[in-house]
């Protein structure tokens, strides 16, 4: 029987069960037995909600889709949706080199781990059961191989196809993704808890799901050759929220971990690992017109001629863009030059994709904030040493906390330097250099970011982000703690709710980082003032120029050094030998014979690199490869004395 006639008998079948088990991953007694072999102990579900493995109608591959939406021609590549999506991190989830090498560290620290991360980074992998829970075919090896991403099939280079579950969050799951479930299930805003149609579209009567976009067709005229529905949640932050809301897994049995202070209290609170959509939840933009995330994450193409496919139709409005972007310029690089060969034999426009990806990425942090440099005073050296004193504002233009999304070795900065009339450098704070990726913290240096760490780990009783060797640790699954978070908070930003009257969940740590705006409104301002004092030695010419400098970097020096580190200490099996026996072992791309820890080391350091040429923006020469996480310029800002 072909699967075309085979199809619906499926579905119904698939449905009436899915009435008993789809919001209930412990049905029966299969997932209690992967469970206990990766945890004998505990046997905890860590994805027991939204649509389990095991669909009735499969995922389609975004290849599919490339027949019609991709690009014609270069000026149809900036807005047609496969091929504005397909440079993005979101397409090429499962390739990112960063978050396998973190994923190890996390099967390590709580085993079988990878079933929470995997869910989110490879949803047809996932779905189709090649990951820990098994679909409708049993699940093809051991737990353990799918908790570490062994089971899934095609490369880290293969095309979007069939033969591949690297494609990252493909076209066909995000327009299948529903607010609320099959009978009415609250939607989720977190965790990847994301529902699934997987029932016949009654809007074209076709007995696959409809595709789900904010487009409709009066009339079915100009409607697509395929089923479809308008969905107003494709343009609502809370689709973006299923993902960018990230907890300690929230397993059947409650949160892995939850949140404790400084003193050690507990607040019960599940640990927010990351909390792009609260930020934005708790800023002004929700109550603003177009300032859901799609606007500036999707914006709507200005060109005249953009269209969402190759042949006529009509659609209502603007097209919104598929770009994806945020801060991220180094790891599209990376995947560019490491797979892109391979990739490209499903079509030559992809390397392109990705250098166009790297430039909407630094067109938005462009724009995420604004630096102001004001002379507050300043005393020419004479006999004695001068003195000069330069306040620095940084406003905070994005919709969530700078920087937001995943913590781990993401970081910005301020950067300032003082230089003389000769061009001389007199003073600088928080220097950084690009051939070490050292960033130094002199005592005036200001670096946002989010420190996450793990309670009395060396039995200081408090919140513990170094080891007892005082190197930087990084064990998401485990922290459960805060012993940092000076990121700039968004316009209207009000982090305490009803929910949460301390604000523990959002706010700066420590609290009271950032003032109000009016006392006692809870909202607080969405800049930060960084007022330097500089020591002018005798002898130096004037004028003298301060210049600020706003850097975003998306690894630091340490996370990587740490996820190289990790997989030694932890006996971390080199890729191929970790996967040995699955049936799409070995692969002849990636770490391969290497760690996954020691080929994102090695990607950072230069031991493998690509054609990518940047300027490390840091008075240094051009340089060639991936380079050390190489920081991104923000905006800066400049002020000279008078001579």
Same mark, same amino acid.
């Given at each position: ?22 919001? !209930? ?81 996390? +099967? ?205 139709? +009509? ?6 863009? *598929?770009?994806?972007?945020? %801060? ?67 406003? +905070? ?7 937001? %999304? ?13 230089? !003389? ?33 793990? *309670? ?74 960084? !007022? ?112």
């Amino acid at each position: 029987m072909s699967r075309s006639i085979a199809l619906p008998f499926r579905h119904l079948f698939a449905f009436a069960l899915s009435i008993f088990v789809a919001h !209930d991953a412990s049905a029966g007694d299969a997932w209690w037995q992967v469970a206990q072999h990766l945890q004998p102990a505990g046997s905890i579900d860590l994805t027991p909600h939204g649509t389990q493995p095991g669909l009735a109608n499969d995922l389609q591959v975004s290849d599919q889709c490339a027949s019609c939406h991709s690009a014609n021609n270069a000026s149809e590549r900036a807005f047609r949706p496969y091929s504005s999506w397909s440079g993005s991190m979101m397409a090429n989830a499962t390739r990112d080199p960063l978050f396998w090498a973190a994923l190890d560290v996390a +099967n390590k620290d709580f085993p079988g781990a990878g079933d929470f991360c995997l869910r989110c980074h490879t949803p047809r992998g996932w779905l189709e059961g090649r990951v820990v829970k098994p679909g409708f075919n049993p699940l093809p090896g051991t737990p353990e191989q799918g908790a570490n991403g062994c089971l899934l099939v095609g490369q880290y280079d293969s095309p979007d196809d069939l033969n591949s579950d690297f494609g990252g969050l493909t076209c066909h799951f995000c327009h299948r993704m529903m607010p609320t479930g099959p009978l009415g299930e609250p939607g989720y805003t977190e965790n990847a808890n994301i529902w699934v149609d997987d029932a016949p579209c009654a809007n074209t009567g076709d007995f696959e799901p409809c595709r789900r976009g904010p487009y409709d067709y009066p009339g079915g005229g100009g409607a697509p050759p395929h089923p479809w529905v308008y969905s107003e949640y494709h343009v609502q932050s809370e689709m973006c929220g299923t993902c960018h809301n990230v907890t300690s897994p929230d397993t059947d049995k409650g949160p892995l971990k939850t949140l404790k202070l400084a003193n050690g209290t507990d607040t019960g609170i599940p640990f927010p690992i990351e909390r792009t959509f609260a930020e934005w939840q708790r800023s002004a933009y929700p109550a603003m017109t177009e300032k859901q995330c799609q606007d500036c994450h999707m914006p709507q193409s200005e060109d005249p001629n953009a269209s969402a496919c190759s042949f006529g139709g +009509n659609r209502a409005g603007n097209l919104g863009v *598929h770009e994806f972007v945020g %801060g991220n310029t180094w790891i599209p690089a990376i995947i560019k030059g490491q797979y892109a060969a391979g990739l490209e034999s499903a079509g030559p426009e992809r390397a392109a994709t990705y250098d166009q990806t790297i430039q909407w990425a630094r067109d938005l942090l462009a724009t995420a904030a604004v630096v102001d440099a004001t002379l507050q005073s300043y005393t020419p050296p004479g006999a004695g040493t001068g003195s000069m004193s330069v306040r620095v504002s940084v406003t +905070n233009n994005s919709g969530h906390k700078l920087p937001s %999304g995943y913590g781990e070795g993401r970081r910005m900065w301020l950067n300032l330097q003082v230089r !003389d009339a000769n061009g001389g450098l007199v003073h600088e704070s928080a220097g950084y250099d690009p051939t070490t990726g050292v960033l130094a913290q002199d005592a005036q240096a200001r670096v946002y970011e989010v420190l996450q760490g793990i *309670h009395d780990h060396n039995g200081s009783g408090s919140c513990d982000v170094d080891d007892a060797s005082g190197k930087p640790m990084f064990h998401f699954v485990l922290n459960d703690c805060i012993a940092k978070d000076n990121r700039i908070p968004p316009l209207g930003f009000k982090p305490a709710t009803v929910a949460d009257p301390n604000a523990y969940e959002v706010g700066p740590v420590p609290a009271g980082l950032y003032p109000e705006t009016t006392p006692g409104s809870g909202v607080l301002v969405n800049y930060d003032t960084v !007022d330097y004092t500089i020591a002018v030695p005798v002898g130096t010419v004037g004028p003298l120029t301060a210049t600020a400098r706003l850097y975003y970097q998306t690894a630091s020096k340490e996370y990587i050094e740490f996820l190289r580190d990790e997989a030694v200490a932890n006996g971390t099996q080199g890729e191929n030998l970790m996967c040995s026996g699955a049936a799409a072992r070995p692969f002849d791309v990636g770490p391969q014979g290497k760690t996954r820890g020691q080929y994102m080391y090695d990607l950072w350091s230069g031991k493998e690199f690509g054609d990518r040429v940047f300027t490390d923006g840091f008075d240094g020469p051009l340089m060639q490869g991936y380079g050390k996480s190489p920081p991104e310029l923000i905006g800066y800002d400049a002020v000279t004395t008078t001579p």
